[in-house]
């Protein structure tokens, strides 16, 4: 196979990241149909990436046999169901977080991939992320020395919707930010984590206390590694800053800091000896290069028949990660990974 050809199922703010990635950024794939149940959806992006097969249904889209792979960027009670079919039809399969609504939905997504032999890739872009990869390779050389801890944060800026509130439902910024958190500390320390503790509040939303007693927008995580390294997560939604995605990694002889919250390497000074640096507002803006360098991972896993960098297995595991974390918060206790359904 020289050159992949890709069906984006998904063409939303998400989907349409993944779309621009494909339209031109990957050498070795071309993106040649949408799909969407939005008629709306379907019309902006085929205006914009102009595609040979435009879909309202998925199933059909499966039917076509010029298709190789598809990018999954769904609702996430919807990836199951798509990713099976899309196995079943032997198509390569791109999914993004969170992998399922239950690690049985993600075992039985990876065992399909694996009974079709196609590849299953999960979206945890920050793994291709230059910073954090940097980070990950300090690693791994010594330069610090054994690592001893792992600090992750993710706050952003959106204002929560209506069904985020029902964190039953939602998990919270626990599971809308901290899931690609969770990854990245289980990619650093390079094994599983025993048991963790978390807990949230609501600051920001009080007039939705009443009615969803259970909701929180500030979560922070201590996590026990098997290994015996100690990882800390904070999580936040609707703060007013901007967007915040940093890492830092403590060794026995030295520390990495990964990130930063600056949009830029501008600094302003005012005449009122103030200092004045842009923030970063968006995601989509900070992880841009990381969206095209995954797809191109993705693509060249299917190209040279190799394994997926993010599996299947990763995208279960940050699930099961997530559903600790919100089991903590809900009982106000310290949950051990044993606890939470596999």
């Known amino acids: 196979?020289?050159?992949?050809?890709?069906?984006?199922?998904?063409?939303?703010?998400?989907?349409?990241?993944?779309?621009?990635?494909?339209?031109?950024?990957?050498?070795?794939?071309?993106?040649?149909?949408l799909c969407d149940p939005s008629e709306e959806n379907?019309?902006?992006?085929?205006?914009?990436?102009?595609?040979?097969?435009?879909?309202?249904?998925?199933?059909?889209?499966l039917k076509n046999e010029e298709i190789d792979a598809v990018i999954v960027v769904t609702p996430t009670k919807f990836h199951h169901e798509i990713v099976v079919a899309a196995a079943n039809a032997g198509k390569h399969v791109f999914c993004e977080k969170p992998?399922?609504?239950?690690?049985?939905e993600c075992d039985e997504m990876i065992e399909a991939c694996r009974a079709n032999k196609v590849k299953l890739q999960i979206g945890f872009m920050r793994r291709f992320d230059r910073n954090f990869r940097r980070g990950k390779e300090l690693i791994e050389s010594g330069a610090i020395g054994q690592v001893t801890s792992l600090r992750s944060n993710t706050h952003g800026p959106s204002e929560p919707k209506e069904w985020m509130f029902d964190v039953r439902h939602s998990y919270g910024p626990i599971g809308e930010?901290?899931?690609?958190?969770?990854?990245?500390?289980?990619?650093?320390?390079?094994?599983?984590?025993?048991?963790?503790?978390a807990i949230g509040h609501n600051f920001r939303s009080p007039e939705m206390a009443e009615k969803y007693p259970e909701y929180y927008d500030t979560c922070q995580t201590i996590l026990e590694f098997e290994n015996g390294?100690?990882?800390?997560?904070?999580?936040?939604?609707?703060?007013?800053?901007?967007?915040?995605?940093?890492?830092?990694?403590?060794?026995?002889?030295?520390?990495?800091?990964?990130?930063?919250?600056?949009?830029?390497a501008v600094e302003t000074t005012t005449a009122d000896q103030r200092n004045i640096i842009d923030s970063v507002t968006s995601w989509r803006n900070l992880f841009a290069d990381a969206y095209v360098a995954e797809a191109n991972a993705f693509v060249n896993c299917i190209v040279d028949e190799t394994e997926p960098e993010v599996n299947g297995q990763d995208g279960k595991m940050a699930l099961m990660l997530v559903n600790a974390g919100l089991k903590s918060i809900l009982e106000k206790r310290p949950v051990k990974i044993t606890e939470v359904e596999e």
């Open 1 to 33: 196979m020289n050159k992949v050809r890709v069906c984006l199922i998904g063409c939303g703010r998400a989907g349409m990241i993944h779309a621009r990635s494909y339209a031109g950024n990957v050498k070795r794939a071309e993106l040649i149909a």
């Open 42 to 61: 379907l019309k902006t992006a085929q205006e914009e990436v102009e595609v040979p097969y435009v879909y309202t249904d998925y199933r059909d889209a």
């Open 99 to 104: 992998m399922a609504e239950s690690t049985k």
């Open 177 to 197: 930010v901290n899931s690609h958190d969770f990854d990245t500390l289980r990619w650093y320390a390079g094994c599983e984590v025993k048991s963790l503790y």
């Open 229 to 264: 390294i100690i990882g800390t997560i904070s999580g936040a939604q609707y703060v007013k800053y901007g967007y915040d995605a940093r890492a830092e990694i403590l060794g026995t002889k030295g520390i990495v800091k990964v990130g930063t919250q600056q949009a830029n």
